[in-house]
């Protein structure tokens, strides 16, 4: 279960304010059915499991669709960036940590956000997590990287199979 996941990886990464962590889905935002919307597929279907999948809300200070869930005693912003993909790390960034100097919107760090992003190199179907590193080549991974001015986010890559864009 992909909540359990999260909430085991990150309660060791988070502890300011008590446990928070985000879950972005990286996509091009209206675009379903095409390998650069699993991201978002996967956070839909993970607010299903949380029984948050109502609760979706357009926030236009980070130009995203937000959800927030509780899952094993931390507490979870799931975010949906409405831009396209090589521009999502704007909205990753505006609402979890830009910079000191800016607002916050939910005052996380680079290393509480877990980007949920397609990634061929993957057999269908497969997810992979690992912390940091490089894009790869990917312009929504590449996009937060910049945008975070950090490669410290955790990555969970997914083939999902569809279309081929």
Known sequence: MLAAEVAGRARALVGRAGP????????????RGT???????????????????EGWRVDKRCCADVALAT?????????????????NGLSVASAGCISVSKAEIYS??????YLVHDDLDKALGKVAIKLGGSAR??????SCIS???????CLFGRHGGHGNN
């Open 147 to 153: 945008a975070l001015h950090s490669n410290g986010c």
């Open 137 to 142: 080549g990917h312009n929504g991974v590449q």
């Open 35 to 53: 390998r650069h919307s699993v991201g978002m597929e996967v956070l839909d279907q993970l607010a299903r499991q949380l029984a948050v999948a």
């Open 20 to 31: 928070r962590a985000m879950v972005a889905g990286l996509g091009n935002y209206g675009l």
């Open 71 to 87: 899952a094993h005693g931390l507490e979870l912003v799931l975010l949906k960036p409405r831009r396209f993909m090589n521009l």
């Open 108 to 113: 996380l760090g680079p290393k509480d956000i």
